[in-house]
């Protein structure tokens, strides 16, 4: 089975999770993407719910398949947001940003009730950082914020390389909210809580991709089947096919 299939097993599972009434966020890359299309053929038989998404190809694609959308201003909390994720780890710490929707993702993720992470299970790594970590900046004082971002990474117990994101195209990759992206190749954080919380001290930091508990469930799909990892219970609560 290739890894977009995986990705579609994933997401149809956490289709399951949603219910008749549900106010939802969605999330952003190939993954979440599998989720918004088969919500829509959900829709489109008679299911009535309401999205965030959280980034403009989302709203895009929701709004391709008919979902109906909202904002986080027009009502105060979402039931469930389902996204993708870069790595998770077995404490259900993420990295998230790899498709540059860290930000919105964030935001959206802390609105909701609950957060259910769907992902092909290469993604499930035992210490985040081999994917590089998405910090989202201003692009104003760029090379103030890396000093910066430099020395927390010291302080947090991590160095490596911090490259400014690139389109497809060759320019500077610019986020949905006009920000630039530094990609940092840490290898291994192996105190993630501590790092998130010396980043978010930074005042040229945006946001940065460690999502520190904010999944409540984690659905991996792999070849022996789906595996279904509840936060606080690191065993295996569900295995199937
Ligand atoms: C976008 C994200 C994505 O969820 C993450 O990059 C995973 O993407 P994919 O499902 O395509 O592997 O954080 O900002």
Same mark, same amino acid.
């Given at each position: 089975?290739?890894? @977009?299939?995986?990705?579609?097993?994933?997401?149809?599972?956490?289709?399951?999770?949603?219910? =008749?009434?549900?106010?939802?966020?969605?999330?952003?890359?190939?993954?979440?993407?599998?989720?918004?299309?088969?919500?829509?053929?959900?829709?489109?038989?008679?299911?009535?719910?309401?999205?965030?998404?959280?980034?403009?190809?989302?709203?895009?694609?929701?709004?391709?398949?008919?979902?109906? %959308?909202?904002?986080?201003? &027009?009502? @105060?909390? %979402? @039931?469930?947001?389902? @996204?993708?994720?870069?790595?998770? &780890?077995?404490?259900? =710490?993420?990295?998230?940003?790899?498709? *540059?929707? %860290?930000?919105?993702?964030?935001?959206?993720?802390?609105?909701?009730?609950?957060?259910?992470?769907?992902?092909?299970?290469?993604?499930?790594?035992?210490?985040?950082?081999?994917?590089?970590?998405?910090?989202?900046?201003?692009? #104003?004082? %760029?090379?103030?914020?890396?000093?910066?971002?430099?020395?927390? #990474?010291? /302080?947090?117990?991590?160095?490596?390389?911090?490259?400014?994101?690139?389109?497809?195209?060759? +320019?500077?990759?610019?986020?949905? *909210?006009?920000?630039?992206?530094?990609?940092?190749?840490?290898?291994?954080?192996?105190?993630?809580?501590?790092?998130?919380?010396?980043? =978010?001290?930074?005042?040229?930091?945006?946001? +940065?991709?460690? #999502?520190? *508990?904010?999944?409540?469930?984690?659905?991996?799909?792999?070849?022996?089947?789906?595996?279904?990892? /509840?936060?606080? =219970?690191?065993?295996?609560?569900?295995?199937?096919?």
């Amino acid at each position: 089975m290739n890894m @977009d299939e995986l990705k579609r097993q994933a997401a149809a599972r956490a289709i399951e999770q949603v219910d =008749n009434g549900m106010r939802l966020g969605l999330g952003t890359g190939s993954t979440a993407k599998h989720f918004v299309e088969l919500l829509g053929e959900r829709v489109r038989a008679g299911l009535d719910v309401v999205g965030v998404p959280t980034s403009e190809v989302t709203r895009a694609d929701a709004l391709r398949c008919g979902i109906r %959308l909202t904002t986080l201003d &027009d009502i @105060d909390r %979402l @039931d469930l947001v389902v @996204d993708g994720a870069d790595e998770i &780890d077995p404490t259900l =710490n993420a990295i998230k940003g790899g498709g *540059g929707a %860290l930000l919105r993702e964030k935001i959206v993720a802390a609105a909701s009730d609950r957060m259910i992470v769907i992902a092909d299970d290469s993604k499930w790594v035992a210490t985040l950082g081999r994917f590089p970590l998405p910090v989202e900046v201003i692009p #104003f004082g %760029l090379a103030a914020t890396q000093r910066a971002m430099a020395r927390a #990474f010291a /302080e947090g117990g991590v160095s490596g390389q911090m490259v400014v994101r690139k389109a497809k195209d060759g +320019h500077v990759f610019v986020t949905d *909210g006009g920000h630039w992206i530094v990609d940092a190749h840490l290898e291994r954080i192996t105190d993630a809580p501590r790092l998130a919380g010396l980043l =978010n001290a930074i005042p040229g930091v945006v946001e +940065h991709g460690l #999502f520190i *508990g904010l999944a409540s469930t984690v659905i991996l799909a792999g070849s022996q089947g789906i595996r279904v990892v /509840e936060r606080g =219970n690191t065993a295996i609560l569900g295995e199937t096919e």
